[in-house]
């Protein structure tokens, strides 16, 4: 049970508080000791007395019957949110208002299959929890009085006072009605074979004569007199009332660890998001990544075949292009020499960002390729370069088309032709 603090002469005490609100507006509150006892002696009240004596203090409150309509009912099935569902329907009959202005409660299913359903308007509801919280309590469940009525088995629980009449049939269930209209109500609800009890227990002022409400009844009676306030029987028998706790759904208790939970979880959800978003783009990235492999694997396969036109398959290029660079290392032709030496001379002029050698060729001394550039810049700059290149004699031709530069560059190799003449 949550209870409250509050300093009484520089020391801390507990309050836990049970209220009786009646339909008339009259309170009376006392102070829960041990379970089923109270600790002070209940007394009237306002909202303006409980600000001053309990502030901040929890509260069960028993909200008086006649603010409420109570019915069993035969509810189908056994999902929770369903029967939630269907019960105003099921009762819109009986009711003088819109069921939209109603706020709905269920018990559990009872021995008869039937199922308690409790309604109070929203908006009294919402105003009295309004009024209570501005006075600084804490309202931890709201139930119908008559359910804190005692019970025995076989046994139902009538409470009459001057004007009102609460009859209470099980742990869930009762009915309120006017105290004049008691000798009707009675006897119609004991005609229910499968509800009637064997005998009654019968509530009074120790000065009110109820014999002739019981006329037309046969059961044995056991009259028991209260001269103290109803608190004292009530706060025995708290548990039934709370298993029909009004503050559910819209009106259910904000609890310090479930708003601590909620800020958890709202970190939680963000993480959870983070963590597919990650996902997603990694996905992305992922597919990305294997467009750009496909697409430059078709780009060395497509070099692969300009290399070697003759090659029917594509497997071990690698191995292959080595092999084929061995044989043009190594092998004793003069002119596989010659190649590579004219390469070696011309390789550092045309190493530039944005030249790019399209093919290439050897005839007899000379190399002939072709280049692309993204500028006719790039060629010239290139040009220039080979001219400083004094083992081989260079002649490039370029042209421009659209958006890139082209250019057929022959190259010659003439130190050879200088160590003749020295000889």
């Not at 409790?118 to 006075?135: G, N």
């Not at 804490?138 to 009538?158: E, G, K, M, R, Y």
């Not at 020499?337 to 944005?354: C, H, K, S, Y």
């Amino acid at each position: 049970m949550l209870l409250h603090a509050r300093k009484v002469s520089g020391k801390r005490m507990t309050d836990s508080l049970l209220i009786h609100y009646r339909a008339d507006g009259s309170i009376q509150a006392a102070v829960l000791g041990e379970p089923g006892k109270l600790r002070d002696t209940p007394a009237p009240v306002s909202f303006a007395d409980l600000a001053e004596k309990y502030p901040g203090a929890h509260a069960t409150l028993l909200i008086d019957s006649a603010l409420l309509h109570s019915a069993r009912l035969a509810l189908p099935g056994n999902n929770r949110q369903r029967q939630i569902k269907a019960a105003p329907y099921a009762l819109e009959d009986q009711l003088a208002c819109d069921i939209d202005e109603l706020h709905f409660i269920l018990g559990k299913r009872e021995a008869d299959n039937l199922i308690t359903v409790s309604c109070i308007s929203k908006s009294r509801l919402r105003a009295l929890l309004t009024q209570f919280s501005e006075a600084g309590i804490q309202i931890d469940s709201a139930c119908p009085d008559l359910l804190a009525l005692p019970l025995a088995a076989q046994q139902w629980t009538v409470l009459v006072d001057s004007h009102h009449a609460c009859i209470k049939i099980s742990a869930q269930s009762g009915y309120y009605c006017e105290r004049a209209n008691l000798p009707v109500i009675l006897p119609a609800l004991l005609q229910q074979p499968a509800m009637a009890p064997q005998t009654l227990l019968v509530l009074t002022a120790a000065d009110d004569d109820v014999t002739a409400l019981f006329a037309g009844v046969d059961l044995p009676r056991i009259t028991q007199n209260y001269s103290q306030s109803l608190l004292q029987i009530f706060a025995l028998h708290l548990n039934d009332a709370r298993s029909m706790n009004l503050l559910q759904g819209e009106f259910a208790v904000k609890r310090p660890a479930s708003l601590h939970w909620r800020a958890w979880r709202i970190a939680a959800i963000a993480a959870i998001g983070w963590l597919a978003l990650q996902l997603v783009m990694a996905g992305i990235e992922i597919r990305m990544l294997k467009t750009v492999e496909q697409q430059l694997t078709a780009d060395i396969e497509t070099e692969f075949k300009r290399i070697f036109p003759d090659a029917q398959k594509f497997s071990g290029m690698q191995s292959r292009v080595k092999n084929r660079l061995k044989q043009l290392k190594g092998g004793g032709d003069k002119s596989q020499e010659i190649f590579l030496q004219i390469l070696a001379e011309a390789a550092p002029a045309l190493m530039a960002d944005g030249l790019v050698i399209r093919g290439i060729a050897y005839r007899e001394r000379h190399v002939d390729m072709e280049l692309q550039a993204t500028s006719l810049d790039i060629l010239e700059a290139a040009r220039s370069r080979l001219d400083n290149q004094h083992r081989i004699k260079s002649v490039l031709s370029t042209s421009v088309e659209k958006d890139k530069a082209t250019g057929r560059l022959r190259l010659e190799q003439v130190i050879q032709d200088a160590e003749d003449g020295q000889g």
